[in-house]
């Protein structure tokens, strides 16, 4: 099984030929009707025994067969839970990187009204109190030149 997230592709080598069938990735059975048929691994296009990748049919009784004998395998090594836990990371992965980026425009969104904050406080507050007035405006100079 291959991917992430999505459908995930379930692939076997019978009779020297690559097969593979796209499986949902929460039901993990066929996407669609289509069995893929690929040659022989190594084949190249101007070799003889070389043929474009042919669809099969899912529902033919060698496609059942096959697709039934893949899936069989598939639950006995335990991929299908496999496959699921790894639709659970990545999509735990998906949410933690969202919750990251709405935190990071949060945190620009509050400094650019800190910063304006800042700027009224020095020009409203800086006279009364000289030292703290000076602390800000430095504190100011220092955000204007990236530090």
Not at 93 to 119: H, M, S, T
Request: neutral net charge.
């Amino acid at each position: 099984m291959d991917g992430e997230s999505g459908p995930h592709a379930l692939s076997c080598l019978f009779e020297g030929h690559r097969y593979h069938v796209w499986l949902n990735d929460k039901t993990f059975k066929p996407v669609d009707t289509v069995l893929y048929k690929n040659p022989r691994s190594g084949v190249l296009p101007t070799d003889p025994g070389f043929f474009r990748t042919r669809r099969l049919s899912t529902e033919s009784t060698f496609g059942r067969w096959l697709v039934h004998t893949m899936r069989e395998e598939m639950m006995a090594k335990g991929l299908i839970e496999a496959g699921r836990e790894q639709s659970r990371q990545a999509q735990a992965e998906l949410e933690i990187a969202r919750a990251r980026e709405k935190i990071a425009r949060r945190k620009v969104e509050a400094a650019d009204e800190l910063y304006d904050l800042l700027q009224a406080f020095c020009q409203r507050f800086g006279e009364q109190d000289p030292e703290l007035g000076e602390q800000a405006r430095s504190l100011l100079q220092r955000i204007e030149n990236g530090h």
